[in-house]
C-alpha cells in the first residue's frame, strides 16, 4: 500500500467500526424482547451439550435427529415439570392467601404467642423499647403477608394473561436452542476468530463463560431444586399446610448465597415450637441443620467441583446485583459478569507483567 492509499485506508476502517457499533446497537434493542429467552437457549445448549454428543454418537452424521432428540428430552424433563409446577405452586398460593383471610392460618397471633413466652426481663426491654405490645403490630403482620400472597398470586396470573407472549418466548428459547445444540461449537470457533485476541485469551474467557454457566446450573439450581423438594417433603411429613409452597420458597433462598433455605425453616421452626408443636418444631430443626442444610456442602463439590467457585462474597454480590437489574435471568447474569470481569483483570494484569519487569530492571 503506499502512502497516498494509507488516509483513505484509515477512512475507511473508522466508517466500517462506526457501521458496526451502530448495527450492533440496532441488533440488540431488535432482539431486546427475546433477550431472556436467548440466555436460556444458550443455557440450555450449554447443559445438554454432552447429551447431544452422546446421542450423535449413536448417530453418527445425523445432527438434526440427534439435535432433535435432545430437545425432546430438555421439553420432557425441564419445560413440561415447570409448567405442571407452575400450575401446582398458583393453586397452593391462593388457598393458602384464602385461609389468611378466613383466619385458618393466624400469623400475628404467632408474634403474641412469643411474646407470651419470653421472659419477663426480656419483656420489659421490648416495653422500654415500645415494642412491648405485639398485639399492636398484629394488623401490620397479616396486612403484609397477605400483600406478599397478593403479589405472588398477581404475577401468576400475568403470566396466565400473557400466555401468548410467554409461549412465543418459549418456542423462541427452543427453536434456537437446536441451532446452537447443532451447530454451537462453529459458532464458538468463529466468535473466537472474529475477537481480536490471540487464541489462547480467548480460549480462557471462553472457557470461563462455560464453567460460570455449568457452574452456576449445577452448583445453584439443581441444588436448589434438591433443597426444596427434600424441604417439601419432610414440609409434607410433618403435615404442615402449604408444604409445596414452602418447597419453592427454600428452592428460591437457595438461589441466594449466604441466605439459604435457613431463611425458611428456621423460623418455622421456631413458630412450631413456640406454637406447642414442639416434636415437628424439633424434627424440623434437626432435619433442617443435618440434611437440608447439608445438600450444598455435600453436593456441590461432586456437581461443579471446588475450583469453579468464585468467592462467597462475590456470589453474593454478584447474584443479588443480577437479580435486580435483569429479574430472574440475574441469577445467571450476575455471576457470570462477576467471573468475566474478574477473568478479563486477569488476563490484562498478565499483559502487563512483561512491562513491569523491564521498568523494574532498569
Known amino acids: 500500500m503506499n502512502e497516498s492509499e494509507r488516509p483513505q485506508y484509515g477512512i475507511e476502517r473508522l466508517f466500517v467500526l462506526a457501521l458496526l457499533l451502530i448495527i450492533t446497537l440496532a441488533f440488540i434493542l431488535l432482539v431486546e424482547p427475546f433477550f431472556g429467552a436467548i440466555l436460556w437457549a444458550v443455557v440450555v445448549a450449554v447443559l445438554f451439550q454432552p447429551v447431544y454428543r452422546k446421542i450423535l454418537r449413536w448417530l453418527p452424521m445425523r445432527s438434526n435427529i440427534a439435535a432433535t432428540l435432545t430437545l425432546i428430552l430438555v421439553i420432557l424433563l425441564v419445560i ?6 407452575g400450575i401446582a405452586l398458583v393453586g397452593e398460593a391462593t388457598d393458602a392467601y384464602a385461609s389468611i383471610q378466613a383466619g385458618a392460618i393466624d400469623f400475628g397471633g404467632f408474634f403474641v404467642d412469643i411474646q407470651s413466652r419470653l421472659p419477663d426481663w426480656l419483656q420489659s426491654q421490648l416495653a422500654k423499647l415500645g415494642y412491648g405490645d405485639f398485639a399492636t403490630f398484629r394488623p401490620r403482620i397479616e396486612e403484609a403477608l397477605g400483600k406478599s400472597l397478593e403479589f405472588i398470586i398477581s404475577q401468576a396470573f400475568n403470566v396466565g394473561q400473557g400466555v401468548f407472549r410467554l409461549l412465543l418466548a418459549l418456542g423462541v428459547m427452543l427453536y434456537l436452542t437446536f441451532f446452537l445444540l447443532r451447530d454451537g461449537r462453529g459458532l464458538v470457533e468463529k466468535i473466537g476468530e472474529l475477537v481480536p485476541l490471540s487464541q489462547n485469551k480467548s480460549r480462557v474467557l471462553s472457557e470461563k463463560f462455560l464453567v460460570v454457566i455449568i457452574a452456576t446450573i449445577k452448583g445453584s439450581f439443581i441444588i436448589a431444586l434438591m433443597q426444596g423438594a427434600v424441604g417439601g417433603i419432610i414440609f409434607w411429613a410433618l403435615d404442615i399446610q402449604g408444604a409445596l409452597l414452602w418447597a419453592v420458597f427454600m428452592a428460591a433462598c437457595s438461589l441466594i448465597p449466604a441466605i439459604g433455605t435457613g431463611f425458611v425453616w428456621v423460623p418455622v421452626s421456631i413458630y412450631l415450637l413456640v406454637t406447642g408443636s414442639v416434636w415437628e418444631g424439633t424434627v424440623l430443626l434437626i432435619t433442617g441443620i443435618f440434611i437440608i442444610s447439608m445438600i450444598d456442602n455435600l453436593v456441590r463439590p461432586i456437581l461443579v467441583g471446588r475450583d469453579t467457585r468464585m468467592p462467597d462474597y462475590v456470589v453474593l454480590i454478584s447474584t443479588l446485583g ?26 490484562f494484569a498478565e499483559m502487563n507483567k512483561p512491562e513491569r519487569a523491564l521498568q523494574s530492571a532498569e
Open 80 to 85: 413440561v415439570p415447570s409448567i405442571l409446577l
Open 322 to 347: 443480577g437479580l435486580s437489574m435483569f429479574g430472574f435471568n440475574g441469577i445467571v447474569i450476575g455471576p457470570l459478569v462477576a467471573a468475566l470481569f474478574i477473568a478479563v483483570w486477569h488476563m
